[in-house]
């Protein structure tokens, strides 16, 4: 392993909206066929993003309700050990969801224009989602109701069905399980969604629980066709946290022999097991080397919400679309989360979104799929992208409802006087003029979801601005635009 570290190196690069990543190591990988598979991960730009377990039946927000932390994002249960009984005894035996088709979904998946799919295999509490041998709380026990159905390998139906699509497969698992008795120990009460026990003074407890996590991985690395990604979450199960050492090496070492080239992302941990960083709900303000994708949400959260919640709040298909390429002008991918009904589909509200966001990226795909960033990234209503040989340079002009001028302004990039400039959805050429260091190009007419945005596909650059250009105002007012 080339111990090649990134933090000093990249430092003055990282900047203040990485909040999320800053003081943690990057370390290059230098195996090829993880570079290769990270090249390759960096074209797809969007990924479709499930979080779906036996929570869903009650619409809560993911397991987080079974953990006594006096946080004001938890509502405080009357009697949180009640609220446990049901939680991890009551909502598996209801939860059945038999309207679930693997194939409706990865069709919605490829609507969307997702490339890859991340799925919640095991969430903090534990249910697991495939049919595990290393535990009975799990989606096949025959003592629930959805173990004989046809799909009632959850994970697994829905790797083959998003597979058959062409896309990466992704599995997010948790590191911690509130539901594991070596992680919880009953013999103790669970005051946080840490283990609550002193690993140092029970070592074999510890050992039984790594073991246990160890062989789930194994499992899904096994038994579950090609993975490319193991997305790993609950960042506080880490050795520099009361010593939780999840023995990463070991896992993935494992995940490495069985997967070749698969990517690890021990997410917020950093170093060797973290090979793209990501992001929460939060778009980074510039452009970073390390790759990176950020997690949002399409509705307030990332479980289901039932429709007439008060707690629901949609993106809009303009909205979606807007953050979208704000993230693949800086370089990154974006995850989006839809959040799987007890019957096992989503909200009609952000199935429209998402749709609409499709839409508009089948149209302009060229701009999107397969490029890298280019300074000045963001300025004004303004992204720009490239193309992976540098051959073409792509600028998206993103709109307003109801805006639709006949001209935009191109700040910071000065197209070549010979150069020729493409609405990317039509591929007709537009006329433009050169204005001191920036370009006025003419805006055709568009209908419907193309009025999200309109992208240039320019052919010769003069000079783009680059962070020479120092960061604009208009640039803050753009990242404002993204809160
Ligand atoms: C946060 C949430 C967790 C969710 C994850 C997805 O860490 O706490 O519930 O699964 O984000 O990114």
């Known amino acids: 392993m080339k111990k090649f570290i990134f933090t000093t190196a990249f430092s003055l690069l990282a900047t203040i909206g990485f909040s999320q990543w800053s003081g943690k190591e990057y370390v290059v990988e230098n195996d090829p066929a993880v570079l290769e598979k990270l090249d390759e991960w960096q074209d797809l730009k969007l990924g479709f993003f499930v979080h779906w377990g036996a929570y869903s039946v009650d619409g809560l927000c993911e397991s987080w309700?079974?953990?006594?932390?006096?946080?004001?994002?938890?509502?405080?249960?009357?009697?949180?050990?009640?609220?446990?009984?049901?939680?991890?005894?009551?909502?598996?035996?209801?939860f059945n969801p038999t309207g679930f088709n693997p194939d409706q979904w990865a069709e919605l998946a490829e609507e969307m224009g997702a490339k890859y799919f991340v799925f919640t295999t095991k969430h903090h509490d534990g249910f697991t989602m495939w049919d595990s041998k290393q535990t009975e709380y799990k989606i096949t026990n025959p003592k629930f109701p959805y173990?004989?159905?046809?799909?009632?390998?959850?994970?697994?139906?829905?790797?083959?069905?998003?597979?058959a699509k062409n896309m990466m497969i992704g599995a997010y698992i948790s590191k911690p399980d509130w539901h594991h008795p070596y992680y919880?120990?009953?013999?103790?009460?669970?005051?946080?969604?840490?283990?609550?026990?002193?690993?140092?003074?029970?070592?074999?407890?510890?050992?039984?629980?790594?073991?246990?996590?160890?062989?789930?991985?194994?499992?899904?690395?096994?038994?579950?066709?090609?993975?490319?990604?193991?997305?790993?979450?609950?960042?506080?199960?880490?050795?520099?946290?009361?010593?939780?050492?999840?023995?990463?090496?070991?896992?993935?070492?494992?995940?490495?022999?069985?997967?070749?080239?698969i990517l690890v992302v021990d997410r917020w941990v950093g170093g060797r097991w973290e090979n793209y960083r990501t992001p929460e709900q939060h778009i980074p303000s510039e452009s970073n080397p390390i790759p990176w994708e950020t997690c949002m949400t399409v509705n307030c959260c990332f479980s289901y919400r039932f429709e007439d919640s008060n707690e629901t709040n949609v993106k809009s298909g303009r909205q979606l679309t807007h953050k979208f390429i704000d993230i693949v002008s800086k370089g990154g991918n974006l995850l989006l989360n839809l959040g799987a009904s007890p019957q096992g589909w989503f909200n009609k509200k952000e199935v429209e979104a998402v749709r609409n966001l499709g839409q508009w990226i089948k149209l302009n795909s060229e701009a999107i799929y397969a490029t890298r960033a280019i300074a000045?990234?963001?300025?004004?209503?303004?992204?720009?992208?490239?193309?992976?040989?540098?051959?073409?340079?792509?600028?998206?002009?993103?709109?307003e409802d109801g805006e639709m001028p006949d001209k935009a302004m191109l700040p910071g990039c000065l197209v070549a006087k010979r150069a020729t400039i493409k609405d990317v959805a039509t591929g007709k050429t537009v006329a433009f003029s050169r204005q001191g260091n920036a370009t006025l190009v003419d805006i055709p007419k568009k209908k419907g979801t193309a009025q999200y945005a309109v992208a240039f596909e320019i052919s010769e650059v003069e000079k783009m601005a680059g962070k020479a250009y120092g960061k604009s105002q208009a640039a803050k007012d753009a990242e404002n635009r993204n809160l």
């Open 65 to 94: 309700p079974v953990v006594s932390e006096d946080v004001d994002w938890l509502t405080p249960h009357a009697d949180i050990r009640k609220f446990r009984e049901h939680y991890f005894n009551e909502l598996p035996l209801q």
């Open 147 to 163: 173990a004989n159905a046809k799909y009632a390998d959850i994970t697994g139906s829905l790797f083959e069905a998003m597979r």
């Open 184 to 261: 919880w120990s009953p013999s103790f009460d669970s005051p946080g969604r840490n283990v609550n026990y002193k690993i140092e003074r029970h070592p074999d407890w510890w050992r039984n629980f790594t073991d246990f996590f160890y062989n789930q991985v194994e499992e899904l690395m096994t038994d579950y066709g090609n993975v490319d990604i193991l997305w790993l979450d609950g960042a506080w199960a880490d050795k520099n946290n009361q010593g939780q050492d999840m023995k990463m090496d070991e896992v993935g070492q494992m995940c490495r022999e069985k997967q070749p080239g």
């Open 376 to 399: 000045p990234f963001a300025e004004a209503n303004v992204r720009y992208t490239r193309s992976k040989d540098n051959s073409k340079v792509y600028a998206i002009v993103l709109l």
